[in-house]
């Protein structure tokens, strides 16, 4: 029996639970929407990223057997199951379009406006968007333009009656600039809604005045280029130019994807995949009248209350207190913020208490990703300003946001921060904070690690742990992996910390093998993993060996799931859920039985070969009983999730648990009210 899946058909199946959101009436009506738009830019980086990579292996030749199948035969099914759920995807937009006219919000496209409306769209298209379009004829003897990856264009198509030859152009959507969405004046109680798109085709006339036409029309269409950056481990200032010219390269990198309107003509779509130089086993992709339904995300919040979820109120930390400094409070307890049930502004006003703490020397911090406008690095910046030497590893190959850490790490130079790019061949992706304070000649030193990025947007969605500790043997950990960054020749040893890619794996399944001799001395034994992702073969085997052995494994893994839980007829299948809700799970916890003493570990790090062994990433212990207890109970409330949570079984069917009780357990909820009642 086959036990092992492709990630990338597995990743398509967790994208596919985004898409059974926005079906769900359970959610309220504009989340809904937003769900689309997460599936759809979700769907974006698949395509820019891994089926780049596999389109890269098949090219090779020799098409490697990979665990799951071979390249080409994963591209062939990742195919059929893209096809089949845009289908999906465009039967639930119906309904939510229809649903939308319940409440009176309605979207018109360019034919369905009142002479009213017209105006109204003409005089925005005059004032707002004509100045911004720059049309580009297409012609047999002159190649495209470089087609933006993450932009969307109409292909314009004008013919004249019993004249063969067309006229084409092609027209970039200034989504960039504009919202995709404008709304009309509201009439008798109603909303309406018209989408830039379909601005642009209202006035395309107008645009194209000069030509001689009767029939004129506008076509979306989609490029999705390799986004993969290939940059060698030399780690130096030539690093930075490295990635910077990876990103121009970016631009102009071999297209994996083309999406078109269904209702595109044969002669315009032929002249187009023609100049693309798309074959016919590229991916060329059949679509629907919109592209780029990653818009969607910001799709205006109107119409009444239950349209959208309540206001989510984050819970005050109950040992956050006003005027009481928090090194006073560590020195008594390890802390756990859970993000975003706790306000993200604790860990800012922790930074910034350090800033100007007369006592504190020096700060280190790990950034991956940080807010557009990221107060994070302001309180690093103010600290540096107050005499602290502040250093900050920044990793310059955190997908998508090279660009901007490149922008972060200048900044962060120019204010006197050390900046270090991380470590040669390795991408630093643990999560670390340093603070080392001296008072009445006694050195202090606190740290955290968390699961998620210290990123206060993605805070509010991404749920997430961050563990401060005075911990002296694990603070002195911590500061020694800073060290490592500066000395890569020097690999520490750690006691507590369990660090990739020295002893991390390692570590693991010494923790696994311990629990299956447990069970195999009829002692209690079991393993609780709550994950990302789930790809790594062998860890995959080791679990598949302790549930043999009657370990009580369960596992709850939100995206990437290679593992067949059914793995074997002479044993039971391995319980495994994957909960998607109105937050992003994104935290990592270990929890092993340890014959009654549970160990417990917050990492950075999934079960993926990459974090295992090509990263810096860190697990760290959670010895607090009290902070075990909510670790656990956090565990066993999702566990008992029957609103949101999917069974994880062999077929990646999506099965919603059943009730076996008459109450609705929503997990996220349920936590929150747990928290707030500790509180």
Avoid at 390 to 400: K, M
Avoid at 573 to 588: G, K, Q, T, V, Y
Avoid at 610 to 619: I, T
């Amino acid at each position: 029996m086959k036990n092992y899946r492709a990630k990338e058909i597995s990743w398509l199946s967790f994208n596919e639970r985004l898409l059974q959101e926005a079906e769900r009436k359970e959610v309220p009506l504009i989340e809904r929407i937003k769900f689309l738009g997460i599936y759809s830019n979700n769907l974006d980086e698949f395509f820019r990223v891994r089926v780049a990579i596999l389109k890269r292996l098949a090219k090779l030749g020799k098409d490697t057997e990979l665990y799951g199948g071979k390249p080409s035969e994963i591209l062939k099914f990742i195919h059929k199951i893209v096809i089949r759920q845009s289908r999906y995807f465009y039967t639930i937009y119906e309904k939510i379009l229809k649903d939308l006219e319940r409440e009176d919000i309605f979207l018109l496209n360019e034919l369905q406006l009142n002479p009213e409306q017209g105006d109204f769209v003409r005089a925005y298209f005059e004032k707002k968007i004509r100045p911004l379009l720059m049309p580009v004829i297409i012609s047999e003897e002159r190649g495209l333009p470089d087609l933006k990856d993450e932009a969307i264009y109409l292909a314009i198509h004008l013919k004249k009656k019993n004249h063969k030859k067309i006229v084409a152009a092609l027209i970039e959507v200034p989504t960039d600039t504009i919202s995709r969405f404008i709304l009309l004046p509201r009439t008798n109680h109603k909303q309406y809604i018209i989408i830039l798109d379909d601005v642009i085709r209202y006035e395309l006339g107008d645009i194209f005045y000069m030509y001689d036409f009767d029939e004129i029309g506008a076509y979306t269409i989609k490029l999705t280029r390799d986004a993969e950056l290939e940059i060698d481990d030399e780690v130096s200032e030539n690093y930075v130019k490295k990635i910077a010219l990876g990103l121009e390269k970016r631009k102009e990198a071999h297209p994996v994807r083309f999406v078109h309107d269904k209702e595109m003509p044969d002669e315009l779509l032929s002249l187009l995949l023609r100049k693309l130089k798309f074959s016919k086993d590229d991916a060329v992709i059949r679509g629907g009248r919109y592209h780029n339904f990653k818009d969607f995300v910001d799709f205006p919040k109107i119409g009444g209350e239950h349209l959208v979820y309540k206001t989510f109120q984050p819970i005050r930390h109950p040992h956050i207190k006003k005027a009481i400094p928090f090194i006073q409070v560590l020195k008594e307890r390890d802390v756990l913020f859970h993000f975003p049930y706790h306000p993200f502004d604790h860990f800012i006003d922790i930074l910034r208490e350090a800033s100007i703490d007369p006592f504190v020397r020096e700060i280190k911090i790990t950034i991956y990703r940080v807010a557009k406008y990221s107060n994070v690095v302001n309180a690093l910046i103010n600290a540096a300003r107050n005499g602290k030497k502040v250093t900050a590893v920044l990793e310059l190959q955190a997908r998508f946001d090279e660009k901007a850490n490149i922008q972060w790490a200048n900044r962060l130079k120019d204010e006197g921060v050390k900046v270090m790019y991380g470590v040669p061949g390795l991408k630093v992706h643990s999560k670390l904070v340093y603070i080392s304070r001296k008072e009445k000649r006694q050195e202090l030193s606190y740290a955290a690690v968390g699961t998620g990025n210290f990123n206060e947007e993605s805070a509010t969605v991404f749920s997430d742990h961050l563990l401060f500790t005075c911990n002296a043997e694990i603070v002195k950990e911590i500061g020694n992996i800073f060290l490592f960054f500066e000395k890569n020749f020097r690999i520490p040893r750690f006691k507590h910390l369990m660090v990739a890619p020295f002893y991390l794996r390692n570590k693991i399944i010494r923790l696994i093998n311990q629990e299956i001799k447990n069970a195999q001395a009829c002692k209690k034994a079991f393993i609780y993993l709550k994950l990302n992702n789930l790809v790594d073969l062998r860890m995959i085997h080791y679990l598949y060996k302790a549930k043999a052995s009657g370990v009580d494994v369960r596992l709850n893994v939100r995206g990437m799931f290679s593992m067949m839980p059914d793995f074997h007829p002479e044993y039971a299948p391995i319980p495994a859920i994957a909960l998607i809700d109105r937050f992003l799970e994104h935290s990592r916890i270990f929890i092993f039985g340890n014959q009654g003493q549970p160990k417990i570990w917050l990492s950075s790090a999934d079960l993926m070969g990459r974090n295992l062994d090509r990263r810096v990433e860190v697990a760290c212990p959670v010895y607090d009983s009290e902070l075990q207890k909510e670790l656990v109970k956090m565990f066993d409330i999702q566990w008992k999730d029957n609103g949101s949570a999917r069974i994880l079984d062999n077929e990646l069917s999506n099965t919603l648990k059943k009730k076996k009780r008459s109450r609705t357990v929503k997990g996220q909820q349920a936590f929150y009210e747990y928290l707030k009642e500790r509180s």
